[in-house]
């Protein structure tokens, strides 16, 4: 398959509205508190969440990554762009931590350069 630069915005939406989505249902998870103890009371909360606008946000964000990701099957082969997805993990944990405050430690900076890295090798970019 031939790829244009713009293709790969196709996968830059997917990985970034994810993304959005993650750190949108944390931040109101983090507001709403912990569930309540027992399940009938527990699936009251998050059904009543459905209708939060935050909440909702995020799952149209997640239902325009998958558009944006039917696009890019379009435009690549699944092997060269679903490592790409992986990049996901990094914006999360630098944003966790810059948002909610969350762990930063070397376990997870190692982690996140070898998926990093990763990614690099299966792009076919770290071939010789």
Known sequence: ??????????IAATVLLSVYGQLALKWRMDQVGP??????????????????????SSFIAAFLASLAWMAA???????????????GFVLVLVL?????GE???????VGVA?????????????AG
């Not at 569930?35 to 909702?56: I, Y």
């Not at 099957?73 to 990049?87: G, I, Q, V, W």
């Not at 966790?96 to 909610?100: C, D, E, P, T, Y």
């Not at 070898?114 to 076919?124: D, K, N, P, Q």
């Open 1 to 10: 398959m031939t790829q244009r630069p713009a293709d790969y915005a196709f």
């Open 96 to 100: 966790s931590v810059g948002l909610f």
């Open 35 to 56: 569930l309540p103890a027992g399940f009938g009371p527990a699936l009251r909360v998050l059904l009543r969440l459905l209708l939060d606008p935050v909440v909702l």
């Open 103 to 109: 762990s930063f430690s070397m376990h997870k900076v």
């Open 114 to 126: 070898l998926i990093v890295f990763g990614t690099w090798v299966a792009s076919g970019r770290g």
């Open 73 to 87: 099957m379009t435009r690549f082969e699944l092997s060269y762009a679903y490592p790409f997805t992986s990049l």
